[in-house]
């Protein structure tokens, strides 16, 4: 799939199911821990120099591809969570910071308030074509919360 939002929630799934089993005593499920290695270096193949994703997550930075700061936000939550967790010890810490600095950029001040930038409106599975037209929106309710939940993880040590 090229649908970055859906990406973003699968990984973030994934390390959260592992890190159940480890709150739990259990230890890591041997096929979900290689579905998330692989998703993981996948997805960080993908992160523009930017230190976002785009919405067609194989697509170039252009004009109709824009980054997409919830499924970027959901991304580095997720990758964050697996290398504090050391599920993802090869998880490198300048990759984290840079994205978070983006992220971070991605909120402008408007007329005396925080605006998030940079989200698409609603989407669901579809074509390449289709991610590259869905409409950009500011304070997308699922781009603020995720991102909430990114800015909210500590510091990349």
């Not at 979900?32 to 919405?55: I, K, N, P, S, Y």
């Not at 840079?98 to 409106?121: E, F, M, N, Q």
């Not at 074509?129 to 991102?147: I, L, S, T």
Request: charged letters at 20%; proline letters at 6%.
């Amino acid at each position: 799939m090229f649908w970055a939002r859906g990406n973003g929630w699968l990984i973030y799934f994934l390390v959260d199911h592992q890190m159940s089993r480890q709150r739990r005593g259990l230890g890591p499920d041997p096929a979900v821990a290689e579905v998330l290695r692989r998703h993981a270096l996948a997805l960080v193949a993908c992160q523009h120099t930017d230190g976002l994703w785009r919405t067609d997550l194989l697509g170039p930075a252009s004009r109709d591809n824009p980054a997409e700061v919830s499924a970027s936000a959901l991304i580095l939550v997720a990758l964050g969570r697996a290398r504090r967790a050391k599920l993802l010890p090869e998880v490198q810490r300048t990759l984290l910071l840079k994205g978070r600095l983006a992220l971070r950029a991605a909120i402008r001040w408007d007329r005396g308030h925080p605006t998030l930038t940079g989200v698409s409106t609603g989407t669901m599975p579809g074509f390449r074509r289709y991610y590259r037209a869905v409409p950009m929106d500011k304070n997308v309710a699922h781009g603020v919360g995720a991102v909430l939940l990114a800015l909210s993880q500590p510091e990349p040590r």
